[in-house]
């Protein structure tokens, strides 16, 4: 009797120790890949883009309201604000520059490819006075699009690529999806 008592024991202890690993080694991650911007204000991503890729000229950035249909239409491209949780931008205080950073983060990242299209397709490149954007990019990273575009004229100060590659290692080098 003893020794099927001290087998049950060290069964018991062994399935509590594999179980317990198995949680934290195989249930931590969540189960799938940890998002890297999760936890960061729009704002902070901008700001770390600019730590990766610095751009000298003259901007602020500021958060936009998304109940704000003109807004969020100029600078943003969208008309569709349903799925739209946060937005933020980051633009020279000059508006003779052609350059436009705009962040939007969706309520449901099943809902990011459409209105990454609609950013897209709806933007104006020539929003500004007497000037106008010809390097234009839209990618995500899960929950979060990267509306940027720019004028070649600032080629030597910046890209649309340059602070793309920027905004990728933010993610955490993860792959990002173009638009």
């Known amino acids: 009797m003893k020794k099927h008592n001290k087998f049950s024991k060290f069964f018991l202890l062994s399935a509590v120790i594999i179980l317990s690993a198995f949680c934290l080694f195989g249930c931590g991650s969540g189960g799938g890949e940890k998002n890297a911007l999760e936890d960061m204000a729009l704002l902070d991503i901008i700001d770390k883009i600019y730590e990766i890729t610095p751009v000298e000229l003259s901007l602020y950035s500021d958060n936009m309201d998304v109940t704000d249909s003109d807004t969020m239409s100029y600078n943003a491209g969208l008309t569709n604000l349903n799925n739209?949780?946060?937005a933020a931008v980051s633009e020279p205080m000059m508006s003779s520059q052609a350059y436009s950073m705009v962040l939007v983060r969706v309520n449901d990242e099943s809902a990011t490819a459409n209105i990454a299209n609609e950013m897209k397709a709806g933007v104006n490149p020539a929003k500004w006075v007497c000037v106008a954007a010809d390097d234009l990019q839209?990618?995500?990273?899960?929950d979060v699009i990267l509306l940027f575009m720019v004028s070649s004229e600032l080629s030597d100060t910046v890209t649309s690529q340059k602070i793309v590659d920027a905004f990728q290692q933010v993610c955490g080098g993860a792959e990002l999806v173009s638009y």
């Not at 839209?138 to 899960?142: F, K, L, P």
């Open 84 to 86: 739209v949780k946060e």
């Open 138 to 142: 839209v990618v995500s990273y899960r």
